[in-house]
């Protein structure tokens, strides 16, 4: 009966053994599967964070071209950079760009800039070429800068 009961004791042993090799394996590929998930997420994003620094660049270059009128330029670059989440970050290294795109981002465009009255539309230009007269030298700098823009490493 010892016999029997030890025998028994050990397949009990070797079963358990055995289901949880399995499901430390099982563990293990799960990990490995998600790692690699994460780590194509990483890439995914990486490569949308690329291609927006370089519709950043391309638009900086087409306004010192003369290809992009400057309040259009600094709309969208201001946009983009808030995309990246870096507005707040680069501000500070192109003062005359941001201090336009604060100006004019809230500016109706397209169908609801068509939508106000004359005088508010002839109004909100009055303000933006203003601004535009002011800064276009700091604007234009700016561009200069970002058209070879690379980002500091974040920390």
Do not use: N, W
Request: net charge positive.
């Amino acid at each position: 009966m010892s016999t029997a009961i030890v025998i028994l004791g050990f397949i009990v042993i070797v079963a358990l053994s055995s289901y949880a090799t399995y499901l430390l394996l099982k563990l293990q590929r799960q990990k490995k599967r998600q790692q690699a998930e994460q780590a194509e997420r990483e890439a995914i994003a990486s490569a949308k964070r690329a291609q927006v620094l370089d519709d950043i660049r391309y638009i900086a270059t087409a306004m010192t071209e003369d290809r992009c009128e400057i309040s259009e330029g600094v709309v969208r670059i201001g946009r983009l950079f808030e995309i990246l989440s870096l507005s707040e970050r680069v501000a500070p290294e192109f003062p005359a760009l941001f201090q336009h795109f604060e100006l004019i981002k809230d500016h109706p465009i397209m169908e609801a800039r068509q939508a106000l009255p004359k005088q508010e539309r002839m109004k909100l230009d009055l303000i933006r070429m203003k601004s535009e007269a002011a800064l276009e030298q700091g604007i234009s700098d700016d561009a200069k800068k970002l058209s070879a823009y690379q980002p500091k490493a974040m920390h």
